[in-house]
């Protein structure tokens, strides 16, 4: 199963030059939770702005269409044949164990876009508010295409700046 993790503002909005435009406790340890002991597939991009390191307790996958990157500790593929390939691969435990389970699109913005079609299930956490200086966005969640399961509505705190929307959809 295919699913998107992602955090969004008012508009969709995701980032700004390769970072975050919010600071939200609350959602990283989500975030956390939610992808620990699971496969992460993530852009490029999105592996240099969480510090060119993988995620700890997950199977990290780097999208790339950079064929000279190259880096310890990650899987890399320049296609998506070649991460379907590698998904079904059996080469050792932690890759058995990670299969037939949900696989986690991290980001960011195009790798979103590539995969809207082909998940499952969404993971969204809707931010409270509106980033006009956004650059990145996240495709429009359309009702038709998508039912909502699960609202978790949360109030701003000392904490976590901003009133925040724990929903998962999934396909209809």
Do not use: C
């Not at 956490?125 to 495709?139: E, K, L, N, Q, R």
């Amino acid at each position: 199963m295919i699913s998107i993790i992602a955090a969004i503002g008012k508009n969709n909005e995701i980032g700004k030059k390769n970072k975050l435009l919010w600071h939200l406790p609350a959602d990283m340890k989500h975030f956390r939770e939610i992808t620990s002991g699971r496969t992460v597939i993530m852009g490029q991009k999105t592996f240099e702005s969480i510090g060119n390191r993988p995620l700890p307790n997950r199977r990290n996958i780097v999208l790339t269409k950079d064929a000279s990157f190259v880096h310890e500790g990650i899987e890399i593929v320049h296609s998506l044949e070649e991460l379907d390939n590698l998904l079904k691969k059996e080469n050792d435990e932690s890759i058995r164990l990670a299969q037939d389970k949900e696989v986690f699109i991290i980001g960011g913005g195009q790798i979103y876009k590539l995969f809207m079609e082909k998940a499952d299930k969404l993971y969204i956490t809707h931010v409270g508010a509106a980033f006009p200086d956004a650059d990145t966005f996240f495709s429009e969640i359309i009702p038709v295409v998508w039912n909502e399961i699960s609202h978790q509505e949360h109030n701003s705190d000392e904490k976590n700046p901003f009133p925040y929307v724990f929903s998962i959809y999934e396909r209809i």
